[in-house]
Structure formats: structure tokens, C-alpha cells
């Protein structure tokens, strides 16, 4: 089946620093892309909606310049949290969409960032 | 290896009737586990969770069922409402989050 791998899986990071979360899609070309927070036991957060060569689409309340969204192709998307913070430890999901007539997605297993 | 599966794609159900959508799953060391509901073009809404020590969580008309010995985990939608026609997704949470692939259901007016 369609597999989408997220890397790194697990990343601590110092305060300040910028971390960059990929998002693969390893079978299959993914013309769109999205990105989530899920906390813990919460409803999955819906950052931005990210398409293959153009800007990604925010979501209220998401800081573009925090959380920058690059999708340069077919099979990947990258999220850059800038100037972490402790309130930005989270998961981080993706998810890759197969077929835009389908709907089918995938997701990605998810990166766990933890702010020191 | 899929941890997480939803082996049927779609489901049809008539308005009013039990919606049953089902997903198995491999490592018994999970914590917990989690459906989303999913309309097109929009990102999965959580319906409902269940803790790995219970065997039932209830909240309006969704009920989840967690049959530990066969890894099995079933959401029950009563009545079905046409509006809960969606993509369900059930995911299981121990290090890292683990998704099926999703059921499609439609509630037939």
C-alpha cells in the first residue's frame, strides 16, 4: 500500500533553534500535501494545506512565518518550525493526498518535537 | 507492515439504520486509540477515543468498542444521519501515531 514517511521521527531541540520536519510520499505522487499538530488526545489541527509548487494555504490562527511550508515536489513537503519555543513541542503529522478525485490519503506517522 | 488497518474501503448504510466501521490492529502496546471523521477538502475532525484500559467509550450517538484479546477496534454510529457521510479513520497512539487507510461511508437518505 501507499506509504508517506515523516523524518525525523523524534527531535529535541534547544530554544530559538528552527527544526525542519520532511514529508515523503514513498509510492506515489502527491500534488497536495497537509500538514497537522495533533496534542495530546485532541482533535488532529489542521496547520496549512500544501500544493506542489505554489504557497502553501494556512489554516486562522497558524503564524505562516513560524511554521514555513515548502513543497518543491511531486513527493515531498517540508515544515520548518522557526525560534522554537517549549509551546511548539507537539506532534507534527502529515498526510499526503493520492487522488484528488478519490480522496485517498495517507498519513505519515508523525514527528514528536520537544522544545527544551 | 500496516500497524493499523481498515480492510473495508467503503460502507453503505440506510439513514437511521447502525453504521458499524472497524479496524484492527497489531501491537498490543498501544495506549490509546482515536477515530477522525474527514470530510473532502478539509482536515480529519476527532470524533471520539478510547483509552487502552476500557472496553467501551459512548458520546451521543458514537460508541467505540476496544476488544483487546482480538486487537480489535469498532466505532458505532446510531442513528446514521446522512450528514455522517465521511471518510472514518481509526488511529492508534503508542510512540508514534499510526493511521488506517480509512472507510468511506454513506448514509443513503
Known amino acids: 500500500g501507499a506509504v508517506v514517511s515523516q523524518h525525523p521521527s523524534w527531535v529535541i531541540c534547544k530554544s530559538g533553534t528552527s527544526v525542519k520536519i520532511e514529508c515523503r510520499s514513498l509510492d506515489f505522487q502527491a500534488t497536495t500535501m497537509f500538514w497537522y499538530r495533533q496534542f495530546p488526545k485532541q482533535s488532529l489541527m489542521l496547520m496549512a494545506t500544501s500544493n506542489e509548487g505554489s504557497k502553501a494555504t494556512y489554516e486562522q490562527g497558524v503564524e505562516k512565518d513560524k511554521f514555513l511550508i515548502n513543497h518543491a515536489s511531486l513527493t515531498l513537503s517540508t515544515l520548518t518550525v522557526t525560534s522554537a519555543h517549549p509551546e511548539d513541542s507537539s506532534f507534527y503529522i502529515c498526510?499526503?493526498?493520492?487522488?484528488?478525485?478519490?480522496?485517498?490519503?495517507?498519513f505519515g506517522e508523525g514527528s514528536r518535537l520537544t522544545v527544551l | 507492515d500496516q500497524q493499523v488497518k481498515q480492510n473495508s474501503p467503503s460502507l453503505s448504510v440506510q439513514e437511521g439504520r447502525i453504521s458499524i466501521l472497524n479496524c484492527d490492529y497489531t501491537n498490543s502496546m498501544f495506549d490509546y486509540f482515536l477515530w477522525y471523521k474527514k470530510y473532502p477538502a478539509e482536515g480529519p475532525t476527532f470524533l471520539i477515543s478510547i483509552s487502552s484500559i476500557k472496553d467501551k467509550n459512548e458520546d451521543g450517538r458514537f460508541t467505540v468498542f476496544l476488544n483487546k484479546s482480538a486487537k480489535h477496534l469498532s466505532l458505532h454510529i446510531v442513528p446514521s444521519q446522512p450528514g455522517d457521510s465521511a471518510v472514518y479513520f481509526c488511529?492508534?497512539?503508542?510512540?508514534?501515531?499510526?493511521f488506517g487507510t480509512g472507510t468511506s461511508l454513506t448514509v443513503i437518505p
Open positions: 488511529a492508534a497512539v503508542g510512540n508514534q501515531f499510526y
Open positions: 498526510s499526503a493526498l493520492r487522488t484528488r478525485n478519490t480522496g485517498e490519503l495517507f
